[in-house]
Every structure is written in structure tokens, then in C-alpha cells.
């Protein structure tokens, strides 16, 4: 089966029901913690609200203070919070240092919330689980947020953050020849971004690319945005809302820094692993960018987790799959960081 045929049919799966369209015990139980804290879904409430209210890392916190799952170990992680000049002004920054002989190589992680809300603290234990499973320095950044700074604030925070660490990395222990992206939802859409700008102004450009559940078209009419319109924690309704407080002049989602998938120069870009989760809007989008990257050229593996919903990954202290995602990413970042082979052409999981 084609590389296009086989992201297709992990679409009509989630339409038809091959696979579990409804969440899994240990992920609904997160959504119901979250539900029970007062969180209100996206566009609901103004921005200031919703960045007030509780989060899904608060659910799983809330989770592990009862007892369910199992707490991560630190394993000696050391973590230091500073800050680096952003396209214009002053961006956070938190560094996350494992144990072992130096230098490590770098992942430059970007944080999901829609560019929008997010921070360091709510995608903190995703930058842990990435540090001490890829054995790597992760220098996680911070950028300026919608509706206050909205596009393109974001994407060029994002690419001046890489070429910060692309120049600092060394002072924290890092190897600045092995360097990888990550990003999650919104921060996918600026990590692929910052892959592209290496590539075309001549950055140091990363070895992977890490992209979970990303931003990559806008189009709000995809098989997965009908599927699940009414998706928690994330919907239509709720994109819709973060992409009219991040684009707010009409055609800006046309920009090819969001409508990743309509371009037709993703040749030379480094090789990726995407992640997706069954139960999400961003399903389509994200089956839809591994498919075009193979078209032009680059390996990708891709996997779509079943169960699971946007948000999932770093959530492996309590659900058993999002810890099976962060295996395959981590041992992915591995193996690029020391052996320097891009691996098959295509891996679709």
C-alpha cells in the first residue's frame, strides 16, 4: 500500500470504525479530572480566562496526588529557567539537563496552546520525559502569544529562539552539531517552520524533526474536524477560536508557515517522526504532512495512537500510550543523534 493510501486509510478508520473511536479508560479519566476542575473548552471563555483556568497538566497532577499512575523520576535531571532575545523582546526560556558525559545533543522544543496560552510549566513534563528518554540537553522556548502578538509573533520568536540555541547551545552542555526540533500542536506548526527557515537562510538546520499532533493546514473541514467536531479537550470550536485570535486579517492562514501542507517545496528538510492522536481535529492535517513529506523526499515514521486525544503525550505518568509515544519519539531522536542515518524512507505505524 502507498505511503498516501495507508495515511488515508488511518482517516477513514476513525470514520468508519476500525479503530476505537472513543477514549481510552486511563485518557478519559484524565478528561473527566479536567472536566471536574471547572475547565471550560476553547472559545468559551476570553483568553485571559482560559489561560487562568486549569489545564490538562493540572488534571494529571491532580491524578498523581490521589495515587493514579505512577510519579516520573527526575533521575538527577538538572533544570534551570533564563531567558534569550526573541524576534523583538525578551522570551523564557528552561533548560533540561540529564546526567551523562558531555556534550549531549540538543532537541529545541516548542510547547502546544494554540500560540495562544501554554507556557513552560504546562508542557514541562513533556521537556522532562524528552531529556531523559533521548538522553539529550532540551532547551524548551517560550514565545510571545495571541490575541496580544499574533501572527507572525510567534514563528519568528520561534526561529530566532533556534538561532539563539544554535549559538548558546554549548554553554549548557550541549553539542550544537547534533541538534533536532520538537514541537507539540501549535509548537509542531513552529517547529516544522523553524526546519524550513534553516533549510532556506542557511541556520544550522536540525537532524529530526519532532512534530506531535501539529498545526499544518487550514483547512477546518477535514474527515477529522467532522469526525470530531466535539472532541475534548480540543474541538472545531476550539481551533476555530485559536486561529482567530493567532490570524486575525483575513487570507493569513494562507501563509505557508501554517498551510504546511499545501506547499510544494518540502524537499530537503530533515527527516521526522509525527505523532497523532486518533481522537483529534488535527488527525487529518497531521496523516496528511507525512504523507506529503514522503512525496517530496524526506523519511518520515508516522503513528496514529488510538484511544487518545489531543494533548496525550506528555501524559505518560498516567496513560500507558502516551508513554508508548514518548518511547517511539525518544528512541527516534536517538537514533538520529547517534548513528546519523535518516532511517526508512517511510514508516507509517
Excluded at 17 to 26: D, L
Aim: aromatic share 6%; net charge negative; proline share 8%.
Amino acid at each position: 500500500m502507498s505511503a498516501l493510501t495507508e495515511t488515508t486509510a488511518g482517516v477513514l478508520s476513525a470514520l468508519f470504525g476500525g479503530s476505537p473511536a472513543k477514549p481510552g479508560p486511563q485518557m478519559q479519566a484524565v478528561l473527566d479530572r479536567l472536566e471536574a476542575l471547572g475547565a471550560r473548552p476553547a472559545g468559551t471563555v476570553d483568553a485571559a480566562a482560559f489561560r487562568a483556568q486549569p489545564g490538562p497538566a493540572d488534571a494529571v497532577a491532580s491524578l498523581l496526588a490521589e495515587g493514579v499512575g505512577t510519579p516520573p523520576s527526575d533521575k538527577g535531571l538538572q533544570i534551570r529557567d533564563f531567558s534569550v532575545p526573541g524576534a523583538a523582546g525578551e522570551i523564557a526560556a528552561r533548560a533540561y539537563l540529564p546526567q551523562g558525559p558531555g556534550p549531549l545533543p540538543v532537541i529545541v522544543y516548542f510547547h502546544g496552546g494554540g500560540w495562544v496560552l501554554g507556557g513552560l510549566d504546562a508542557y514541562d513534563a513533556t521537556a522532562r520525559a524528552l531529556a531523559l528518554g533521548a538522553e539529550a540537553l532540551v532547551l524548551a522556548f517560550d514565545h510571545r502569544c495571541a490575541p496580544e502578538h499574533p501572527f507572525p509573533a510567534a514563528h519568528l520568536d520561534a526561529v530566532a529562539a533556534w538561532q539563539w540555541a544554535s549559538e548558546n547551545a554549548a554553554e549548557f552542555g550541549g553539542d550544537p552539531l547534533r541538534m533536532a526540533v520538537a514541537g507539540e500542536s501549535a509548537g509542531g506548526n513552529l517547529a516544522i517552520g523553524v526546519a524550513l527557515a534553516a533549510r532556506d537562510r542557511g541556520m544550522t538546520p536540525p537532524l529530526h524533526q519532532l512534530l506531535v499532533y501539529p498545526v499544518a493546514g487550514n483547512d477546518l473541514d477535514t474527515a477529522s474536524y467532522r469526525s470530531h467536531a466535539e472532541a475534548a479537550p480540543l474541538g472545531r470550536q476550539g481551533m476555530e477560536w485559536f486561529i482567530a485570535q493567532a490570524f486575525p486579517i483575513d487570507g493569513q492562514t494562507e501563509d505557508p508557515r501554517l498551510n504546511v501542507v499545501a506547499r510544494d517545496d518540502l524537499a530537503g528538510l530533515p527527516p521526522a517522526t509525527i505523532l497523532n492522536a486518533r481522537i483529534d481535529p488535527l488527525l487529518s492535517e497531521g496523516e496528511t504532512l507525512a504523507a506529503r513529506l514522503i512525496e517530496a523526499g524526506v523519511p518520515v515514521t508516522q503513528r496514529t495512537f488510538d484511544g487518545v486525544t489531543h494533548e496525550f503525550f506528555g501524559m505518560g505518568a498516567v496513560v500507558e500510550t502516551a508513554q508508548e509515544a514518548m518511547d517511539l519519539a525518544t528512541g527516534r531522536l536517538r537514533h538520529a543523534f547517534h548513528s546519523g542515518a535518516p532511517g526508512a524512507m517511510a514508516t507509517l505505524l
